[in-house]
């Protein structure tokens, strides 16, 4: 489940930084995460969103688009919490 984690964080992604975005999460998980992008696990969401959150805070200061950004991996998050959880 981890790379599928990884592709649906990479496609939030895209909507915001097109095909940067790969890279832009992959470089997030290597040097926040210390761990290989297929290794993300739901556990690391929180700490990822936070990372990627204060990054587009970088490129944007349009506080509807960070906060939508923000929700939408949110909302991936509850989504593997629950899948875990069944």
Do not use: C
């Not at 939508?68 to 959880?85: I, K, T, V």
């Amino acid at each position: 489940m981890s790379g599928q984690i990884f592709e649906a964080v990479v496609a939030i992604n895209e909507d915001y930084l097109g095909p940067a975005a790969r890279r832009f999460v992959a470089r997030h998980i290597l040097f926040h995460l210390a761990k290989q992008p297929d290794e993300l696990t739901h556990d690391d969401l929180p700490k990822l969103t936070e990372w990627t959150r204060v990054t587009m805070a970088l490129l944007t200061e349009d506080k509807d688009v960070l906060e939508a950004y923000a929700r939408r991996l949110q909302d991936l998050e509850e989504h593997y919490r629950g899948e875990r959880d069944r």
